[in-house]
């Protein structure tokens, strides 16, 4: 069952890279950059919004790797890491809702969704933290709480990729 945890982090981190690699990681490599076509560059609170979720999906794989191995004192000592990131994550990523409506013309009932999926989100690494001393109950509160920001990330990371397909092919 330990390595379950490590088979789903992994898995977990393949999705957001392969979903962000198109728009974050890679962009320069799916065709032109963002200045060539014509965008304006990627304001900072994204970059930084980027940066934590991609730290966030290391730091699953990381504390998974950690307790299938048995090393639970470092993984608790890193899971404190963890902690912190959440709270810079939840803050950057609601800037990063809010703001969506004036760069985007999805409207507003997609941000209403992610807020409710970034408090879902909040509740579970809550939950997660007050339970980390039952082993059992705070990995699958923790693991929730990745699967619920996967739930935002991967159609975000898809769409812009599927619409790079798309226009491959035209």
Known sequence: MRWFFVCMASLLL???AVGFAPSFYLPSAYGEGQAEAGR???PAYIVLHGIALTLWFLLLLAQA????TRRVRIHRTLGI???LLAVAF???SLLVVTRSVARSNLGVLPVIGDFGILTLFAVLVTVAI???RRVHPATGWGVLAFVVVLGV???LGMSELGQRLVESLE
């Open 14 to 16: 393949v999705i957001v």
């Open 40 to 42: 304006p560059p990627v």
């Open 90 to 92: 939840v803050p950057l």
């Open 65 to 68: 790797l950690l307790v299938a």
């Open 153 to 155: 990330a991967v159609p």
């Open 130 to 132: 007050r339970m980390r």
């Open 81 to 83: 890491a963890g902690v």
